[in-house]
């Protein structure tokens, strides 16, 4: 198929237009005569004459169709098509191939932006798939993944354009949540290439919690991992970049002592809920933990480690919780020993809330489980506990309205709260800190130089297929010359003697296109390299990169 033919379609013509309005003026001027024959190649009209007035407009007359003038036009056509890429390439868009994609993260964390507007563009995780399949459906938008978390909304991407690509991604998250994006540019934070990738292994090691050190988080960028499996977007650059953070995660967990009394959000917020008490009735208090997922199960896990011995447990299903309770026997180390956890149905929620001093919140519903009608009613607590019934909202989306803040007696707590808790050791905090940093420039090293090296993959699968064209045909000859009853020995030592010598030739050539971070050679020399072994064996493609990725996002969109 030509060239010209799969570049139909006002997609590209968008596509087009949009990097060339960057451009000169002078060459938006010289590009509208293409634009204009574009529009009719692309949508022939037979038996209709069309003529370009003094005004720009084009004029359709009827005429007699001629089937040898309209080949005649088509090749015009093609000429004029093949011409304005030629145009394109050397014009200012022409940066496009010449710099590789960015990788961008645009994201809004506990650090930046409310639980108000975090829980509107949270994603549940089993629509991270559809999410991505959208975000690479963007014009500029070659790879995708989500990070969705109670404390985090993070996008990455990686961008034909980094101004271009940020702006589609931010439009698409204002209509996805509703936030205009205005809003969410006043909260969000962008970081692009190394300082993404930085943030990312900083974010699995747990340095950018929180709490710090939590081990939480590193389970769900694996996750990440998993649910990006055979998603078309998902790509080469993204996976790798969510593996080797992966790594960092384990590594800094295991390689220094950042885990050791680490908390993670469910612990926080039973100390967030200890501290609201009187120290008097921690033994007494009375708790309620509506939801048996892994927040919740972590809830109880720190609720008996700080001697609470009674409490119920809400959920849709009792297996849940039965296996928390077999859980829990099996560690038991003397404190679990007589702990009693007591199963109700999701339907008894608001009679086992009357019953409760403290209501720990930690489900996947995206609508609300408490508003101030359902709470405005239930009995007081006692002066023992303070007087207030509290509710820790640890769930983005949250499960407790703010407007239950507003009834006498009761007193609402969520994931942003629990700064309150993890201030308090901010010096301990950073001396861990500093112990996973190295760790993270060392994996950050090797990302960076496995990305570096992709840049001279093509180049060195050109080389070795030119190389082996000349063999193959050289190889040929030679037999050719020698008859046909070679024997079949002295045939397979000619071609290995072939082998051998394009190997021996190439190994040079080939060391200095690699760039592993294992010498001292810089990525610049090994471009340089590879642009010289373009000229001088004339490897150039023929189809820039530019219009290779266009290419690739139209038939991505046909499918």
Request: proline content about 3%; overall charge positive; some cysteine.
């Amino acid at each position: 198929m030509a060239i010209y033919s799969s570049f139909s379609g006002s997609k590209l013509e968008n596509l087009l237009m949009n990097h060339c309005s960057s451009s000169s003026a002078s060459f938006s001027r010289s590009y509208l005569p293409y634009q204009q024959q574009l529009k009719i190649f692309n949508k022939p009209n037979r038996g209709m004459k069309g003529t370009l007035s003094r005004n720009g407009l084009i004029r359709c007359e009827a005429v007699e169709s001629n089937p040898a003038l309209e080949v005649e036009k088509i090749d015009s056509s093609k000429t004029a098509v093949l011409s304005a890429l030629e145009q394109l390439k050397t014009s200012a868009a022409d940066r496009y191939t010449k710099e590789r994609s960015s990788i961008v993260v645009i994201g809004l964390s506990v650090h930046t932006a409310p639980v108000e507007m975090r829980e509107k563009l949270a994603i549940p995780e089993a629509e991270w798939p559809r999410a991505i399949g959208e975000l690479c459906g963007l014009n500029h938008i070659e790879e995708a993944a989500v990070l969705s978390t109670c404390n985090r909304m993070e996008i990455y991407v990686v961008a034909l354009s980094q101004h271009r690509g940020v702006k589609e991604v931010t439009e698409w998250m204002s209509k996805t949540s509703g936030i205009p994006v205005s809003e969410i540019c006043k909260h969000r934070f962008l970081l692009y290439n190394k300082d993404a990738t930085q943030h990312l292994f900083k974010v699995s090691a747990g340095l950018d919690s929180l709490v710090l050190g939590e081990g939480q988080i590193l389970a769900q960028v694996k996750q990440v991992l998993k649910s990006g499996e055979g998603v078309l977007g998902f790509g080469r650059n993204i996976h790798m970049m969510f593996k080797c953070a992966s790594t960092v995660g384990k590594r800094v967990r295991t390689e220094t002592n950042i885990a050791a009394g680490a908390v993670s959000v469910s612990s926080a917020a039973v100390e967030l809920a200890l501290m609201k008490l009187p120290k008097s009735s921690h033994a007494t208090a009375r708790m309620l933990v509506i939801g048996a997922g892994k927040m919740g199960k972590l809830v109880i896990k720190h609720l008996v480690s700080k001697g609470c011995t009674k409490m119920v447990v809400v959920n849709r299903s009792e297996e849940k919780v039965a296996a928390i309770r077999e859980e829990l026997k099996r560690e038991a180390k003397g404190e679990a020993k007589g702990v009693e956890i007591n199963y109700r149905p999701l339907p008894d929620m608001l009679a086992c809330s009357a019953e409760a001093d403290v209501v720990f919140t930690s489900t996947t519903s995206e609508t609300p489980l408490f508003l101030k009608e359902h709470v405005e009613y239930l009995p007081p607590v006692s002066s023992e506990v303070g007087g207030l019934r509290l509710f820790v909202d640890i769930s983005v989306p949250r499960n407790v309205g703010s407007c239950v803040s507003e009834v006498e007696g009761a007193q609402v707590y969520n994931v942003d709260d629990l700064k309150e808790v993890v201030a308090a050791n901010k010096e301990d905090r950073l001396r861990k800190a500093m112990e996973a940093q190295s760790i993270i420039a060392e994996e950050l090293g090797e990302f960076e130089a496995w990305r570096d090296s992709l840049e001279t993959v093509p180049t060195l699968k050109k080389l070795r297929a030119y190389a082996e064209r000349i063999r193959e045909a050289e190889f040929n000859k030679c037999l050719s010359k020698m008859g046909d009853d070679i024997p079949k020995k002295s045939k397979k030592a000619i071609e290995d003697l072939s082998r051998g010598i394009v190997n021996k030739l190439l190994h040079g050539p080939m060391q200095h296109l690699r760039c592993d971070g294992r010498d001292n050679r810089t990525l610049d020399e090994v471009l340089e390299n590879m642009h010289a072994l373009n000229r001088m064996f004339d490897l150039e493609s023929d189809m820039s990169l530019f219009e290779q990725k266009i290419r690739e996002k139209i038939e991505k969109g046909q499918k």
